[in-house]
């Protein structure tokens, strides 16, 4: 009735548990977390929930600025508030928050609102890629186009090299799905 599965890196688990869910099967991981519960996978999937639903807000918070990118806690609060003032998602309210900030004569807010806008491009531009590749094709260009592979990669690490194994096993994943 019971039995034990050991795995000696975080990113085998996912194939268990993937198989584990898809059979109703309960399960419970000791001295460590669910693949699904690593930082490294909680990013990609939120940034592939704003490219399919821009208007998720908890995805829009999650990414806005990770990698780093120049949009600190007061621009996301900024463009929150405007949000909730106008009923709006994030994702709506960034373009208000762009178009005043364009005609403001103070530096400071155009390069906010510069950063703001290359950030929508990218989710924008990734979106519209999601149409032309395969899931795979896609996971992995919007990996390296985020700039999560390269972070990771940067900081040579052995929690890094995890890291970026966990991606990548993700990655095989989307592409079994689809195969599937």
Known sequence: NEVVVLYRTNNQSAVMESALRKRAIPYRIYKGSSFYDHKEIKDVLAYIRLVINPKDDEAFKRVVNYPARGIGDTTVGRIAELAKERGQSMWEAVDTLVAEAATLGDAMQRTIARKVTEFVNLIRSLGEARNDKTL??????????????????????PESASAIDNIEELLNSMQLFREQ
């Open 136 to 157: 795979y094709d896609f996971g992995l260009e919007l990996a390296s186009r985020t700039g999560i592979l390269a972070l990771y990669r940067q900081e040579n690490t």
